[in-house]
């Protein structure tokens, strides 16, 4: 099983990026997708999640309005589209992929993570 995070780099204040998470999961759809950042001193947060289906979706406060997730389950992907980028949005995103349903906060599997810069 892999994940593999892409579409991170350097941004200035106000732009926008998408990050994309590939997954080799067997059947992709029985999982449901998460996003989640690391900032260099800071604890591992949610940024937002899918479920298997892609009908319910749950962003974080601290970037409601701003990103969304999506997932493509026939190519096997989840999406974060991040809008509206601020330096605090800068961190290590990762994606992961849980077999346990909606009501858990448990992962699986985590990806390599993409590192998002934004400048001021």
């Known amino acids: 099983v892999q994940l593999q995070a892409s579409g991170g780099g350097l941004v200035q204040a106000g732009g926008s990026l998408r990050l994309s998470c590939a997954a080799s999961l067997g059947t992709f759809s029985f999982y449901k997708m998460g996003w989640f950042r690391q900032a260099p001193g800071k604890e591992r947060e949610s940024v937002a999640r899918?479920?298997?289906?892609?009908?319910?979706?749950e962003i974080a406060d601290s970037v409601k309005g701003r990103f969304t997730i999506s997932r493509d389950n026939a190519e096997k992907m989840v999406y974060l589209q991040m809008n509206s980028l601020k330096p605090e949005d800068t961190a290590v995103y990762y994606c992961?992929?849980?077999?346990?349903?909606?009501?858990?906060?448990?992962?699986?599997?985590w990806g390599q993570g993409t590192q998002v810069t934004v400048s001021s």
């Open positions: 992961a992929a849980g077999r346990e349903g909606w009501g858990t906060s448990e992962y699986d599997y």
């Open positions: 899918i479920s298997r289906s892609g009908g319910i979706t």
